[in-house]
């Protein structure tokens, strides 16, 4: 079995590169000199590829599983397409015949669908890591160790958003395991080994190095390390480990032009891993902490924009009921500090609230008017607000008179009869887009028709005039851009407009 989350597309090839100027070639023939003259410094050394993987190799292998799933695949309906024919017709006598005699069942048999994965253990008590994919919609989960030993396997919990499974198996004797690494000390260029079950063949070990960190595919909370370790169909759920025989990846997709590997894999960091598997471990679900606050990376524009020095933290472009809002947190405020953690940007600052205690009070610090400002918010719990959320209806352009031209955009005020329309709650007001110069600013930020402009420079504006007096104002302070906050279908995002 093998992830979903493969991509399907076969990267840009690019023109070939020179090794660099004569300058660079010079430096490098000069070091190849200085080694085969004396001895190799310290640092090349210690980066030296390894004699063998044999004895790592050896000391990991029995904690590596391979999983088989099976699953009832329901009979052929006409619906489905499939070759569905009376009881009493003929021709299913016939069918069912051929069938026999070829060793298969009845045409109307409900079918069982088998798939193959990896895991490893992580306990000695029997618990097991590997993807969701791996065994999501299973009726029957095989375990099968190194020593060729097998056993079946239950299902504790799993994490779609993180493609996680943890399983249990009852031994009775206890198991060889491995334990979790640190993956944020994993380096570009670290050596790491790959295990698992590739193809169907059997237990297998490939060796590569750390190509990239902190990739994302598709998911919240995605952390990938990039590895040139082969991976294949077959080793999703499979252990990444580096030299000290840690698991610092879960590996869980590739990507492909043609299925197999390219060299090009993804190994969830361990250290997301080992907290959803404590939690799947405690609750059988996760439990993630939830602030309440829709938010945005903080880009150089709007920061010049909200004047504050650096483009870092996470902006704050909408408070729905919850935590925040009871807090006291506004939109247009810029995360800067989460439990007395730095916030980078927006992705940082999702991770950190989802490892942080529910129910309990942590600090936030933003950014207000230019001034640090923090407030103690009471985590809730993200499971049971994504549950509770309505999905917002969608959003139709509105035709409508036009009011007044501003920016390259052609606006008029929000009416009641728009909210529903426009997805917006009842009472908003603002400034529907109703045309858009495609040469504008505007349209380059991705404002398009039907988009509401509910804020400039962090004032509500309900009228043309007051988005232009906002304009004027930012023009005679100096600014170059404007900083606008604008719901799509609902959604509210932060723009920086030139002023220009």
Do not use: C
């Not at 139709?396 to 390259?408: H, S």
Request: aromatic share 4%.
């Amino acid at each position: 079995m093998f992830s979903s989350k493969v991509i399907p597309f076969a990267p840009r090839p690019s023109a070939p590169r020179a090794l660099g100027g004569p300058r660079r070639v010079a430096a490098a023939l000069a070091l190849g000199l200085a080694l085969a003259s004396g001895p190799a410094p310290a640092l090349w050394a210690e980066g030296m590829a390894p004699s063998s993987f044999a004895d790592l190799a050896a000391q990991v292998s029995p904690s590596v599983v391979m999983i088989t799933t099976t699953s009832q695949v329901a009979a052929p309906t006409a619906d489905g397409g499939g070759p569905v024919l009376p009881e009493d017709s003929p021709f299913k006598k016939f069918f069912d015949d051929f069938l026999e005699k070829n060793g298969q069942p009845p045409i109307d048999t409900p079918q069982r669908s088998e798939a193959l994965g990896s895991g490893f253990v992580i306990s000695a008590d029997g618990y097991i890591v590997t993807n969701n994919h791996v065994i999501e919609g299973a009726d029957d989960i095989e375990i099968e160790f190194f020593n060729h030993d097998q056993l079946k396997a239950k299902l504790i919990g799993t994490d779609k958003k993180t493609d996680i499974a943890l399983l249990k198996v009852e031994s009775p004797t206890p198991l060889p395991f491995v334990p979790f690494g640190d993956s944020d000390k994993m380096r570009v260029g670290d050596w790491v080994l790959a295990m698992g079950n590739p193809l169907g063949q059997g237990f297998s070990v490939s060796a590569g190095i750390v190509s990239a960190r902190g990739r994302e595919l598709s998911g919240t909370y995605d952390d990938f390390i990039q590895t040139d370790a082969a991976i294949n169909k077959g080793n999703s759920g499979g252990p990444l480990f580096n030299m000290d025989g840690q698991v610092v990846g879960v590996n869980t997709a590739i990507l492909s032009p043609t299925g197999g590997s390219i060299g090009i894999g993804f190994s969830m960091a361990s250290n997301v891993v080992a907290h959803v598997v404590d939690q799947l471990k405690q609750f059988g679900e996760t439990r993630r902490g939830w602030l309440g606050v829709r938010i945005q990376d903080v880009t150089p524009d709007v920061a010049d924009a909200m004047g504050l020095k650096s483009a870092t933290g996470a902006l704050v472009t909408d408070v729905p009921d919850g935590p925040s809002k009871d807090a006291g947190i506004q939109s247009g405020d810029v995360i800067v500090k989460f439990n007395g953690k730095d916030v980078p940007d927006s992705r940082a600052l999702v991770r950190e609230v989802a490892d942080a205690p529910i129910g309990e009070k942590v600090p936030v610090v933003v950014m207000r008017a230019g001034a640090e400002v923090t407030i103690d918010v009471v985590l809730g719990r993200r499971e049971t607000a994504e549950a509770d959320q309505p999905q917002p209806a969608a959003a139709q352009p509105p035709a409508a008179p036009v009011t007044g031209d501003v920016l390259g955009m052609t606006l008029m005020p929000v009416t009641p009869e728009m909210e529903a329309d426009l997805g917006l709650q009842a009472g908003t007001t603002g400034l529907v887009v109703t045309r858009i110069d495609l040469n504008s600013s505007a349209y380059d930020k991705g404002l398009r028709e039907g988009d509401v402009i509910t804020e400039a420079g962090q004032q509500k504006v309900e009228t043309v005039k007051d988005l232009e007096d906002r304009v004027s104002e930012a023009r005679d302070a100096g600014r170059k851009s404007l900083l606008l906050l604008v719901r799509t279908q609902g959604d509210p995002r932060f723009v920086a407009l030139a002023l220009d």
